[in-house]
């Protein structure tokens, strides 16, 4: 599988709030972490799950604006919108695939 098909289906996963789908394109030791300091926000994807669950509550929808690969990395502008308010954030994601898995997200914040 293409690194980009495993982040689009993230995405579709993610937009679905299908927290089991969404989770099995994750490796178990997934990092996240939050970019330029390289703080770790999230770490295993039991932490992952836990995050997630509570995120879908909020219908969240991600709106891919442009993609960008390098290697193994995958990089999206997304913009994010609770379903339940219409709040709408702006950011870029990196997310570095390893054996058809993402195993490390940046995420870059306004």
Do not use: C
Not at 24 to 41: G, K, L, M, Q
């Amino acid at each position: 599988m293409s690194i980009e098909k495993v982040v689009q289906q993230q995405i579709e996963y993610y937009n679905g709030q299908d927290i089991e789908g969404f989770a099995s394109t994750y490796a178990d030791d997934i990092t996240v972490y939050t970019f330029p300091d390289n703080t770790i926000t999230l770490s295993g994807k039991h932490a992952l799950i836990e995050r997630y669950t509570e995120t879908f509550k909020k219908k969240m929808f991600a709106d891919i604006r442009n993609r960008s690969i390098v290697g193994n990395k995958v990089i999206d502008w997304e913009i994010a919108t609770n379903g339940l308010t219409g709040e709408r954030t702006s950011l870029m994601a990196i997310y570095e695939i390893e054996d058809n898995l993402i195993s490390k997200v940046w995420f870059i914040r306004e």
